[in-house]
Nanobody, 123 residues
């Protein structure tokens, strides 16, 4: 089981950048692929990025591709999300999670969620 704590959110103007971090506890962190999700007000939680537990292969939703970068440090048990060129539509609560890739190439979270971190992008 992996416990997760997200941080780094805040208020930023459109076009700005933020770096989110997720600290994971649990000795099996490096065995999981990790991902980031977000949930905007009134919308369902959506997957936006994932990184394989071995090899560091990354995957992105079309909505963030080219603007966001996911990375991980297995020695530190952290997974980060660098967000550039932020848009007002990126406003959401952001969550990290251990993830698994489904047969249809979608991503699903495993285990429990952290508390999330709020990102607000002003226009």
């Amino acid at each position: 089981q992996v416990q997760l704590v997200e941080s780094g959110g805040g208020l930023v103007q459109a076009g700005g950048s933020l770096r989110l971090s997720c600290a994971a506890s649990g000795r099996t962190f490096s065995s999981y692929s990790m991902g980031w999700f977000r949930q905007a007000p009134g919308k369902e939680r959506e997957w936006i990025a994932a990184i394989r537990w071995i090899g560091g292969i990354t995957y992105y939703a079309d909505s963030v591709k080219g603007r966001f970068t996911i990375s991980r440090d297995n020695a530190k048990n952290t997974v980060d999300l660098q967000m550039n060129s932020l848009k007002p539509e990126d406003t959401a609560v952001y969550y990290c999670a251990a993830v698994i890739r489904n047969r249809d190439n979608s991503w699903s979270a495993l285990g429990s969620w952290g508390q999330g971190t709020q990102v607000t992008v002003s226009s």
